[in-house]
């Protein structure tokens, strides 16, 4: 079973900074099948990257991911407020899927 | 557009069972995978299992091996998730979500609204 180990677990900062979001496993993700996830209170996760750097219909492009192997990053260029929330990676390239424990964006 | 659609709140006595629905609307339901995920309260995500409404054929986490059923019913683009014996630790809002592959793997690009199930004597 992969872990996956996301870092930090909550990360403060405040609108128009840039965000980075790391995500570790603990074996090699098959064919960089790793995707981020937001969910804010009360709602469903929601897909923002697939592929490790492939955005999501709809997802505005100042979310990119990037990484491969053991290594991915989520990066969000200019915070909006709306951006607050916390991001689960997941890998899907291996059964049984796994989650991240995710990361927690707060306003600082 | 795809929507996923589950069954209301279910409040249960230990070692018994739920059955929650997904019932997907719009789009062909052959041509997905549908997994299941739940999230206790103030946790994180957790992978249950998955099926191929297609094929029939389902594969769980190690960790519910036994204790859960995913079935799909295609003649009404449903989804079933069966928990049984259950305890306190199952208490969670549970997700369905859809996969676009019957062959391969691929992120949820689509989810339930969630299913929120207590566990409680």
């Known amino acids: 079973e992969i872990v996956l180990t996301q870092s930090p677990g909550t990360l403060s900062l405040s609108p128009g900074e840039r965000a980075t979001l790391s995500c570790r496993a603990s074996?090699?993700?098959?064919?960089?099948?790793l995707a981020w996830y937001q969910q804010k209170p009360g709602q469903a996760p929601r897909l923002l990257i697939y592929g490790a750097s492939s955005r999501a219909t709809g997802i505005p492009d100042r979310f990119s991911g990037s990484g491969s192997g053991t290594d991915f990053t989520l990066t969000i260029s200019r915070l909006e407020p709306e951006d607050f929330a916390v991001y689960y990676c997941?890998?899907?390239?291996?059964?049984?899927?796994?989650f991240g424990q995710g990361t927690k964006l707060e306003i600082k | 557009q795809v929507q996923l659609v589950q069954s209301g709140a279910e409040v249960k006595k230990p070692g018994s069972s739920v059955k929650v629905s997904c019932k997907a609307s719009?789009?062909?339901?052959?041509?997905?995978?549908i997994s299941w995920v739940r999230q206790a309260p103030g946790q994180g995500l957790e992978w249950m299992g998955r099926?191929?409404?297609?094929?029939?054929?389902?594969n769980y986490a190690q960790k519910f091996q036994g204790r859960v059923t995913i079935t799909a019913d295609e003649s009404t683009s449903t989804a079933y998730m069966e928990l049984s014996s259950l305890r306190s630790e199952d208490t969670a809002v549970y997700y369905c979500?859809?996969?676009?592959?019957?062959?391969?793997?691929?992120?949820?690009?689509?989810w339930g609204q969630g299913t929120m199930v207590t566990v409680s004597s």
């Open positions: 997941q890998q899907y390239g291996s059964s049984p899927y796994s």
């Open positions: 074996q090699s993700v098959s064919s960089s099948y």
């Open positions: 719009g789009g062909t339901f052959s041509s997905y995978t």
């Open positions: 099926i191929i409404p297609i094929f029939g054929t389902a």
């Open positions: 979500a859809r996969e676009t592959t019957v062959t391969t793997s691929d992120a949820f690009d689509i």
